[in-house]
T-cell receptor
Framework: KNEVEQSPQNLTAQEGEFITINCSYS?????LHWLQQHPGGGIVSLFM???GKKKHGRLIATINIQEKHSSLHITASHPRDSAVYIC????????????FGQGTILTVHP | SAVISQKPSRDICQRGTSLTIQCQVD?????MFWYRQQPGQSLTLIAT?????????ESGFVIDKFPISRPNLTFSTLTVSNMSPEDSSIYLC????????????FGPGTRLTVT
């Protein structure tokens, strides 16, 4: 079993739909990152969480440390949101390495 | 935050040759990392680039294959040596501004194809 599991692996939505991507992890962490990777390969850091909830525009990220689970929500999805979304956890100290999930491929159709 | 640029953004190389990838950051950073993402796979840490000393490599990666330089706090290079088609990947530079920070930033990546 991978240390970081994402679901679903693939997600197709119609423009305007509410989207949820889930991330579960099995190790103790100091922080969790949500990353976005576009087809060109570059990665953008969306959120870094150690507790609670963060919101940026149409994106919302939550984390439940007790349940070792995080979710990324996209409200009013748009075709430009089409990308790979990656969950990554950082180990017990700030020097800890990032462990990455396999990514969720999101396609939003107009 | 940190703005990271990488050169080249993509390249197609012949097997047996070497390619050097550059990573430039717009501010001094404490830690710089190099990652590889093979097709359809998640990111794998190659090494931590240390300023003024040899890089720290992860299991499965060696200096002869992936020599790394970090001459100062804003710049690093990764060389992929004696390339084979299995080296076809996206190579990403990543930084942490401070050693005690949880925030980590990623570069745009270099897409390498080896024929």
């Amino acid at each position: 079993k991978n240390e970081v599991e994402q679901s679903p692996q693939n997600l197709t939505a119609q423009e305007g739909e509410f989207i949820t991507i889930n991330c579960s992890y099995s190790v103790g962490i100091s922080a969790l990152h949500w990353l976005q990777q576009h087809p060109g390969g570059g990665i953008v850091s969306l959120f870094m969480l150690s507790s609670g909830k963060k919101k940026h525009g149409r994106l919302i990220a939550t984390i439940n440390i007790q349940e070792k689970h995080s979710s990324l929500h996209i409200t009013a999805s748009h075709p430009r949101d089409s990308a790979v979304y990656i969950c990554a956890v950082k180990g017990g100290t700030s020097y800890g390495k990032l462990t990455f999930g396999q990514g969720t491929i999101l396609t939003v159709h107009p | 935050s940190a703005v990271i640029s990488q050169k080249p953004s993509r390249d197609i190389c012949q097997r047996g040759t070497s390619l050097t990838i550059q990573c430039q950051v717009d501010s001094q950073v404490t830690m710089m990392f190099w990652y590889r993402q093979q097709p359809g796979q998640s990111l794998t840490l190659i090494a931590t680039a240390n300023q003024g000393s040899e890089a720290t490599y992860e299991s499965g990666f060696v200096i002869d294959k992936f020599p790394i330089s970090r001459p100062n706090l804003t710049f690093s290079t990764l060389t992929v040596s004696n390339m084979s088609p299995e080296d076809s990947s996206i190579y990403l530079c990543s930084v942490m501004l401070r050693a005690n920070s949880y925030e980590q930033y990623f570069g745009p990546g270099t897409r390498l194809t080896v024929t």
